[in-house]
Every structure is written in C-alpha cells, then in structure tokens.
C-alpha cells in the first residue's frame, strides 16, 4: 500500500509543474471580455421579416447598410449569428449585460459575412434579446458593434423555439 501511495505521489511531483504550466497557458489565452455598458449605440435599427424556411432580424445602420443578421432556421432550430464583413475572422464574441462569450465562426466570402451558429435553445440568444439596452458583438480586427437589443430579436429566437 505505501509502494502504491509512493509512485502516486512521484507522478504528482513529476507532473505538476507541467500541469500547472497548462492551467497557466489556458487562462492567458482566453481575450478579456470588454464592458460595453456605456459604449454608445450604433445608430440604426432592427427589422424583422418571414424568410423562406424561418425568419431573420438585421440590423440597418443610419446609412441602410445591413451591419448585422440574426436568422432562425426552423427545421434544423439553430439560430446563425452574422456580422457583416469584407476581412475573415475565426471567432466572434458577444457581449451582453448578463452573459459573454466567444463563438467559433466562419467566413463565408459571397455574402461577405463572419457566420457562428448556436441551437435555438442556447441560452446566449436569451442573453442577446433580453440585454439591457445594449449587447457588442466583436471579432479580432475589427472595431466592435453595439447594437440596441430589440423586440425583433426575441421574436426570431421565439420563431426558432415553437
């Protein structure tokens, strides 16, 4: 028994620098997530339209560009998360005033957009539709968007969920 205990110990000894130079390595490569509280808001507002097989919410901005698309896929219940961009990114993050997180993303080149998709029931989306006035979504080399949280957004999550 203490032959047993000996080479347990032995291993944890051998090990845990190791060990903790991983847990090290994990915590430093995980991005700060930002306040987004008191950002201003994009200008701009959300629409909301029946799309074939779902339904979609965009964000518009001041001069009618889509900045933003947020579309339910009925059949499949996943919600995909598009930001519109001309550079490829593999991750977008979202920020709301209860939940953050980092999303693996693609880029899909004849749209133009960075596209990360979740189930309808992620709670991220409730997060998303229920912030308090504001949610960001970010990605490495671009300035973050603020966006107001809108009806619009709950009703595209609602779709994805009846």
Not at 38 to 59: D, K, L, N
Not at 117 to 141: E, K, N, Y
Request: charged share 15%; net charge positive; glycine share 8%.
């Amino acid at each position: 028994m203490r032959r047993i205990a000996f080479v347990a110990m032995a291993g944890a000894l051998a090990f845990g620098p190791q060990l903790n130079q991983l847990a090290e390595a994990q915590v430093t490569t995980q991005p700060a997530q930002m306040d987004f509280s008191y950002w201003p808001v994009s200008p701009g507002a959300w629409t909301y339209r029946a799309v074939t097989g779902g339904s979609e919410a965009a964000f518009v901005d001041g001069a009618g560009a889509t900045r933003m698309v947020i579309a339910c896929g009925k059949l499949t219940r996943l919600v995909t998360l598009s930001r519109i961009s001309a550079a490829p990114a593999s991750s977008l993050s979202f920020w709301t005033s209860s939940d953050s997180r980092n999303l693996a993303s693609r880029f899909d080149q004849p749209s133009g957009r960075i596209i990360a998709q979740v189930g309808g029931m992620d709670p991220l989306l409730d997060a998303i539709a229920f912030s308090r006035g504001r949610f960001a979504v970010s990605m490495p080399g671009s300035p973050a968007l603020v966006m107001p949280a809108g009806t619009e957004i709950a009703h595209v999550v609602e779709d994805c969920r009846a």
